[in-house]
């Protein structure tokens, strides 16, 4: 006989982590402070957080966890990476160092191209390896939900193991993985020229990735180098006939009006964002849909354009940050560092940062479950060695990430 989840929550043990200062990030109060705080885990999920001393009577908690006075925040949740590919892109980082220009190394077979030829002579196994020790990475940082797009493959065999190896990241590691078809990143050699048929074969590729359970959202790259308002079009219409959500790169390097056309499909999110316009801002607001900021690209481009972050947040667009981990244009793997380059680049405030890593990440994936900590919510937090969560803004280069909760249970760091 099998359990309904809602008794097998009930019947899981209640678990006490106690003496901790919670940055909750729900309600209306600066951080959703509580400063003698305790939560109550049952199973997966949060059962009770508040004051300590507010703790319902007559509980029996199996387990009591001290935390000691640590400071505890929701889980980090990286909304947006290109985690799974092969090779790196170093020796293109020094060639560009000594003169080279980002033309003179296209010609030459690097750039994004390199990257797909590299991903497709791995095989699985050096895929998964890589991409799991990136995870490891970003986890010991806090992180407990992470994005992981496709779009180093270009083909629909490469495509579909690259999002199988994001799957097994989900079923291997501690971490909560949602995958992303990012087939329209670049347009692949065997189409060169031929960008509306490989848009059309990509589709063809989604209904497939899909049966396979390899698919939650569908993302494309709107761009002047990347596909037209009306291949993008294409490829949300395949994702709108099979019910996937679609997300959008959009106004990275120009304004291409991708963030209307993302809102008219009700994007979960548009992502990068730096050249949006006024009536993007506006679609935006009014889809609901998430501005994804990504410090990392726009520091290692050398961008100078900064996103609109006073107008997105008059206009009330919830706005999250991400590493965009990818090995040529953000090549992090530190959400920390995007929390603290969100606010001196972007001049989100600490609190904003945070909710962007968090609950806003969490959003853009459309994940409502998690991200605050609530009752009801997935018992995923992080404790960290610090007074209070600004300080993870203000320093840089600094990990004090001491302990992680996953799903009620404790991860142990790698
Ligand atoms: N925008 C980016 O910055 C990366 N992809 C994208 O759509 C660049 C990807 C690469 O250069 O490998
Ligand atoms: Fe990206």
Redo the contacts with the bound molecule.
Sequence with gaps: MHHAPADAAREAPLHLWRHARLATLDGAAPWGWVERGALLTRGQDIAWVGEESALPAGLAPEQEHDLGGALVTPGVVDC?T?LVYGGDRAAEFEQRLLGASYEDIARAGGGIRATVAATRAASNEQLFARAAARARVLMAEGVTTLEVKSGYGLAAEHESRCLAVARRLGHELPLAVRTTSLAAHALPPEYAGNADDYIAAACTWLAEQHAQGLVDAVDAFCERIGFTLAQTERVFQAAQRLGLPVKL?AEQLSDMGGAQLAARYGALSC?HLEHLSADGIAAMAGAGTVAVLLPGAYYFLRETKLPPVAALRAAGVPIAIAT?H?PGSSPTLSPLLMLHMACTFFRLTPEEAWRGLTVNGARALGLADRGVLRAGSRADFAVWDAEHPREMAYRFGHHPCRRVVFGGTERTTP
């Design positions: 947006h290109h790169h992502d965009d990818n």
